[in-house]
């Protein structure tokens, strides 16, 4: 009777285990799964962004808790931006986060003097952003007069064309793409929502290890050679 005791005894202590062990695991897999990966691509590649106190730079791969974001990047001569980002449990994704160069305001023009003040806030803003995401400032700007309205919308488009001007004068190897050669061909294309420019090298080594090698350092000693600023672009690389 004595040794039926302690085989119950036996036997509940490990089934009290098991269950323990189960629990544990099944927490365990609860809390893996209630985080995701998440990689922002953003141009210019050594922008940064900061989440939960932790200072990142563009194209990290990094894993946050579920939730909804509010994430601010920033880089020196770009505009700074916030976008917003949905985190679903154990989804990952990547994000496409394109900064505009910074175009300062010229407080001194005509056309910005004849503003009201919320006109001008409102080109302040853009200047800054790069965009108007703010419903209060959305609002505001429906209820301006048309001719204020073209002022606002003449120095956003002129912002965007000086975006383009300075793109081909930061990144000058643009402007003699499509470059193709009998070893590699570089081209270049834009993704994403907002767009970013993406490097298109292909190394024409037809499976050739070696021949991929060399292939690729020509690729890049020339592009070396007619833009210093070319690693700051992101760079994807295919084989024929």
Known sequence: MKNHKNTNLVYGTLLGSIIAAMLLGFGLAYLLTSNAKVKFVVSPIDAKYTIG??????GQNITVSSGDYKILFYRELYKDKIVNANVERGKDQTINVKLSIATPV????????????????????????????????LTVYDGLSSVEKNIID???????????????????????????????????????TPTIPILDITLLSGGD?????????????????????????ELRYGTE
């Open 154 to 192: 003449s120095y956003m488009d002129k912002t965007l064309q000086d975006e383009e001007t300075s793109l081909l004068t930061v990144h000058p190897v643009i402007s003699l793409l499509p470059q193709y050669t009998d070893t590699y061909r570089v081209d270049i294309t834009y993704e994403g």
């Open 106 to 137: 010229d407080k001194g023009d005509s056309k910005y003097n004849k503003l009201t003040a919320s006109g001008k806030k409102i080109i302040d803003l853009y200047s800054q952003q790069g965009q108007i995401t703010d419903e209060r400032w």
């Open 209 to 233: 290890k070696g021949k991929e090698v060399l292939y690729k350092k020509e690729a890049i000693e020339w592009l070396e050679s007619q833009d210093p600023n070319y690693a700051k672009l």
């Open 53 to 58: 106190g932790k200072e990142y730079t563009g």
